[in-house]
Structures are given as C-alpha cells and as structure tokens.
T-cell receptor, first 114, second 112 residues
C-alpha cells in the first residue's frame, strides 16, 4: 500500500523567505503526484501535479515541485513567500492498487509573517 | 467549473444515531471519494466509487458504509455514530482515476 510522509508539520516564515516543503512517498510502481493547498476557510484546491516528463513542474502562484524518483520525493518550493501563502499544504500520491487511490500526507501548516 | 456540493456544513449528532452525509457533483465525473480530515493526520480515505453502484474500501472503512445509486450522488453513512467519528468529512470527485480531485467544502460532524 502507498503512504506519504510530510516532514514538517508547522513552518513559520517571514515574507520574502524561500520555502521548501518535503514530501516522500512509499510505493514501488508508477505514481502520479500532487500538491494541494487549503487556505483558511476554503476548500482544498490543486496547486500542481506531476504525471510524467519533466520532473520539475510549475503550478499556480509561483509554486514549483521537483520529482526525484530515486529518492521517492516530491518537494514543494517557492523562492519568495507572501503573507497570502499562509495555508495548509498537502502532498498526495495517486497509484493503481486494484483501483486508483489518492493518499494524502498529514499536511504542513505554513504561517507567513508580514 | 466543477462543483462538488456537500449538503451540510455543520452537523451535530448523538452517539448511536444513524448519520447520512450527502455529496453531489455536477460534472458527470466517474469517480467519487469520501475522506475524513483530522489535525495532524491529514486526509484519510474512507471509501471511493468508480461507477454507479460500485464501491471500494479505502484505508479506514470501519464504521462507515456508502451508497451510489446515481452517478452524481455519493452518500456516506455512519450506521451508529460514535464520538471517535467526530471529524471534518470531505467529498471529492474526478473524471478519471488518476485525475486531480475536486473537493467540496466539507461537513464538520460532531458526535456527542
């Protein structure tokens, strides 16, 4: 069965700082990878996705993520965070295990100080 | 734009009650999912369905059942609610099994 591990549960940054959120997964087969974001009071929405091809993918609002297959990792990055990036971020792995399932990590709460 | 609608935003139920959580999507998606979201645990998959009348267990199906009689509607049933089922319940849908998920706003259920 697949599983997802997010390294940081809480991150506090000042505006303009760089962000990197770690995500590792365990599954030996082909995976599709996602980052979702949940802003305060809002529903979960897709930030970016990786299916195949270029392992560096770009998403909305200046976020990007890099898939490193050998490390089973899919870390999220942003060069300069803004106060409006305060949210909870979830890494997710989709794989076929008798049906396509998407499994989520525990989430990382990011707080950006103005 | 895809809309996933959960019938209730907040629910308060008593222990032992039968609870129905309803979810409707308007984009003819094949796949629908129920997750529960708890602080520090992220989202955990309860059940999913890839077709009408079809259902598959997720990672934490115990204490829950589901119903999908129509393509657009996926119901989560708590046969006998318990306090450890107090949580935020999220419904999601997707057109294909490996597509990104579209989420509803969630139902915050409190069981007393």
């Amino acid at each position: 069965a697949q599983s997802v591990s997010q390294h940081n549960h809480h991150v506090i940054l000042s505006e303009a700082a760089s962000l990197e959120l770690g995500c590792n997964y365990s599954y030996g087969g082909t995976v599709n990878l996602f980052w979702y974001v949940q802003y305060p009071g809002q529903h979960l929405q897709l930030l970016l996705k990786y299916f195949s091809g270029d392992p560096l993918v770009k998403g909305i609002k200046g976020f990007e993520a890099e898939f490193i297959k050998s490390k089973f990792s899919f870390n999220l990055r942003k060069p300069s965070v803004q106060w409006s990036d305060t949210a909870e971020y979830f890494c997710a792995v989709n794989a076929y295990t008798g049906g396509f399932k998407t499994i989520f990590g525990a989430g990382t709460r990011l707080f950006v100080k103005a | 734009d895809v809309k996933v609608t959960q019938s209730s935003r907040y629910l308060v139920k008593r222990t032992g009650e039968k609870v129905f959580l309803e979810c409707v999507q308007d984009m003819d998606h094949e796949n629908m999912f129920w997750y529960r979201q708890d602080p520090g645990l992220g989202l955990r998959l309860i059940y999913f369905s890839y077709d009408v009348k079809m259902k598959e267990k997720g990672d934490i199906p115990e204490g829950y059942s589901v119903s999908r009689e129509k393509k657009e509607r996926f119901s989560l049933i708590l046969e006998s609610a318990s306090t450890n089922q107090t949580s935020m319940y999220l419904c999601a849908s997707s057109p294909l099994g490996n597509s990104p998920l579209h989420f509803g706003n969630g139902t915050r259920l409190t069981v007393t």
